[in-house]
């Protein structure tokens, strides 16, 4: 069974996809769009707020992760593309390094000990 919030976050894709320009919205595979659309909740009642720019919005995780995967694949430049990723392994690399200081043994014996 799918995950009810991964297709919420189809859902709001959706949503966000039908404002897109139909040139940027041709570059996405209709097969993904069609897969988009099949398994988007059926049961979720989103509505974009278009006074707000995308990133107020209130969106799932999972939304903001689908779409920077859209963008990067099947919308941006190659400069854009490039930019994206640096921003992304960037991303990464500071998400592992706060992982490793929250769950370093050394540090979480240190707290213990005081």
Known sequence: MQDIQFSKALYQVSEILNYYKNDLKERI???LINYIES?????Y??????????????????TKEILTVLYR??????DERK????ILIENEFKYQNEL???YNPD???KKKRL
């Open 45 to 62: 009642n989103w509505k974009i707020d278009i006074t707000l720019p995308i990133e107020k919005q209130d969106l799932y995780q999972k």
């Open 39 to 43: 398994n988007k909740a059926k049961d």
């Open 29 to 31: 595979p209709k097969q």
């Open 83 to 86: 930019i994206l990723n640096d």
């Open 73 to 78: 694949n099947y919308i941006c430049n190659d």
């Open 107 to 109: 540090s979480i014996f």
């Open 100 to 102: 490793k200081e929250k």
